[in-house]
């Protein structure tokens, strides 16, 4: 194979591989909220039944959640919206923390505080429309 086939290859595999990385980083932003509250309904679910590295994992993954949130905020430069979604990330650590170290009694108070920058967030940023679904207000 010659080396400039070969450059070839590589860089068109480089773009297809970001391609669908940045892909991957733009869902619709329903869907994100969707995993969100599925996630923290799980933490609830695993931190009621004592599971700490479940809850763990959960937290984890909400952190990351909700630095996805952060980033769709970012756009609208929505300093409301993105000082909740950075509270709800450091609560998510916080809850990683304590679930890893089977103080579920902290976990659950971080797991609340979660839900505060949620409510928040959702009363000032979200509108419902007449066919029930919700329309985002940056």
Not at 38 to 61: C, E, M, Q, R, V
Not at 67 to 76: G, L, P, R, V, Y
Not at 100 to 114: C, M
């Amino acid at each position: 194979m010659s080396r400039r086939l070969a450059w070839v290859i590589i860089l068109t595999s480089g773009v297809f591989a970001a391609r669908a990385s940045f892909a991957q980083q733009k869902r619709p932003y329903n869907e994100l909220m969707k995993d969100v509250a599925a996630t923290y309904a799980s933490i609830k679910k695993n931190l009621d039944a004592n599971a700490a590295p479940a809850a763990a994992a959960d937290a984890a993954k909400l952190q990351t959640l909700f630095k996805d949130t952060e980033e769709f905020w970012a756009q609208f430069k929505t300093k409301d919206a993105l000082d909740a979604a950075k509270g709800a990330q450091d609560a998510a650590v916080a809850i990683a923390a304590a679930a890893k170290a089977n103080n579920l009694q902290k976990a659950q108070a971080s797991y609340s505080g979660v839900g505060k920058f949620c409510n928040g967030c959702h009363t000032s940023h979200r509108e419902q429309m007449p066919d029930k679904t919700y329309k985002i207000k940056p």
